[in-house]
């Protein structure tokens, strides 16, 4: 069984494959002040429920690929790896690590570990030309270019942050719950708030996704749209140019990355 970590600035997902089918995932708040030992505690717990592993830490763990944006979770994962998964081949997805997806970026290592292995998955799983967009703290749009490379992308606001900032600045607004409102044109402020995140993002992605096909292939009808990311579900029914929805690209990703690297070490 091999588990696969993606540390998020909010949230951080995990899943457990059995070969290539996922069949157990979790998803957990972030906090950069969880210590090594919390984490792994945090681990058993969550996986000592599973029928398929055992109530030791690592009983079942054959292998572990991780990617994530915080740099602190990163560093207490890589001692949870050495601490209490010794002996299990462990793949963290950083500078040397082999992804099969060139980038072509000004500095390629400005570029978010999650947002590189979205592309290898697309690559994977659609081809390119293609564009990933993944709703999370920020919504990103990253491009793969039809020889498979990554090309580059554009970061927004995510859905969360505007709703947060939403009450926080306005005076007579305030935190709601996010959920598709009755009709474009609310009949309150909650609804009226809740149609301006939903269709509003779904025009800012109808419009920047258009705007990147154009630049990315010679026909925009050639590139394939991903979505993934814990809020995709809130666009995706609104968005005219989502083809696909995986909710699990980056695990799958941190899949791909594993095999392409477990053979080196």
Not at 24 to 33: L, N, P, Q, V, Y
Not at 70 to 82: A, F, I, Q
Not at 255 to 263: A, K
């Amino acid at each position: 069984m091999l588990l696969t970590i993606d540390v998020g600035n909010t949230h951080t997902v995990l899943g457990l494959f059995d070969g290539e089918d996922i069949v157990e995932h979790w998803r957990i708040s972030t906090d950069a002040r969880r210590t090594a030992d919390e984490l792994a505690v945090l681990l058993q717990g969550l996986m000592g429920m599973h029928p398929l592993l055992g109530e030791e830490l690592g009983d079942g763990i054959d292998g572990i690929a991780i990617c994530s944006t915080v740099p602190s979770v990163l560093h207490e994962l890589r001692e949870v790896t050495r601490r209490y998964y010794g002996d299990v081949p462990a793949v963290l997805v950083e500078p040397g690590i082999k992804t099969g997806v060139p980038i072509l970026m000004d500095n390629p290592k400005e570029v978010g570990a999650d947002r590189i292995i979205n592309a290898v998955a697309a690559v994977e799983l659609y081809g390119g030309p293609a564009i990933v967009v993944d709703f999370g703290t920020a919504t990103t749009f990253d491009a793969v270019s039809a020889r498979g490379e990554y090309a580059g992308g554009v970061i927004a606001p995510g859905i969360e942050i505007s709703v947060e900032a939403l009450g926080v600045r306005g005076a007579q607004l305030r935190k709601i719950e996010l959920a598709r409102p009755r009709a474009v044109i609310g009949k309150n402020t909650v609804e009226a708030m809740q149609a301006g995140i939903v269709y509003g993002f779904a025009g800012q992605v109808d419009g920047v996704v258009g705007r990147m096909a154009r630049e990315l292939a010679e026909d925009p009808e050639d590139v394939t749209v991903i979505a993934t990311g814990g809020l995709a579900p809130m666009v995706l029914g609104e968005s005219s140019v989502i083809d696909e929805h995986e909710p699990w690209l980056t695990l799958i990703g941190l899949r791909l990355v594993y095999e392409r690297n477990v053979s080196r070490m």
